[in-house]
Structure formats: structure tokens, C-alpha cells
């Protein structure tokens, strides 16, 4: 049985973020976010967050925004307040439409994969629902949320 990890960053610390990664034995960061250059996310900026993870912890990094959320989805909820229950069927329905568990590189899951994205807690994140979404298209695929 292979395994799928999470991440968020916020609320971590750099070195909280790569020893959580290390312990886990992460061999590829998954990055999932829409915006991945953002100034609020400090360490975990796309450059920056490459670099870091290849030099301190030997984990290959990649992007892979066809996982993250529609703009239009992404603001209804962040800008606009929406709900939660809303993000997820808005989301459920994006990924439906793009065919995004059915494009994902399986060579992603080879080794010991992490989705990354900001928010610290997997309950109201995305992230959660891209790993229960590829575990429900592979078999064997158990799902573990670093926090």
C-alpha cells in the first residue's frame, strides 16, 4: 500500500515545514496552489520553496496548478465568503470537468508524494479533497495529512 501525504505551510515554521517532510521521508512536494508566487507565503514561494526542498531535504519539487482551484471558485470563497460546502462541490465539479484525476501523472505517487498547499489544517483545504479524489482512483493509495 503506497501512501500520499499533505502539507499546508501556514502556521509552520521553515524548519517545522522540512522536518515534517524529512520524518515522512516526502521524496516529491506536490505543489497544488493556484497562486504559488504569493509575498504572504514567505518561505514556501515557488523559487524559493524548489530550492529549499532539493537543497535541505533532497525532495524534487513540482507545480501542479491543473490541482488547484478555478480563480472564479477560489475568490467566491476566499473573497466573497462563500461556504465551505460550496467550495467543496465547486471544486469536486472543476476537477470533474477538467478530468484532473484521470490527467494526473502517476508517476507522481511513485515514492512518497506530498500535496502542498497554504492552509495549515486539511479539514478546509483543498488539498484534502485532491488526495481523497486520486485515493478514490487508485487503488491502495492511503491518504496521511502532515500537521
Known sequence: MSTIYTIGFTRKTAEAFFTLLREAGVTTLVDIRLHNRSQLAGFAKQDDLAWLARELAGIEYVHVPELAP???LFDSFK???GSWEDFEQGFRDVMEQRGAYERFD???LRGR???LCSEAAPEHCHRRL???GLAA????????HLE
Open 70 to 72: 478555478s480563480e472564479e
Open 79 to 81: 473573497r466573497q465568503a
Open 106 to 108: 502517476r508517476a507522481l
Open 113 to 115: 508524494p506530498c500535496l
Open 130 to 132: 485532491v488526495a481523497e
Open 137 to 144: 482512483t487508485e487503488p491502495g493509495l492511503r491518504v496521511e
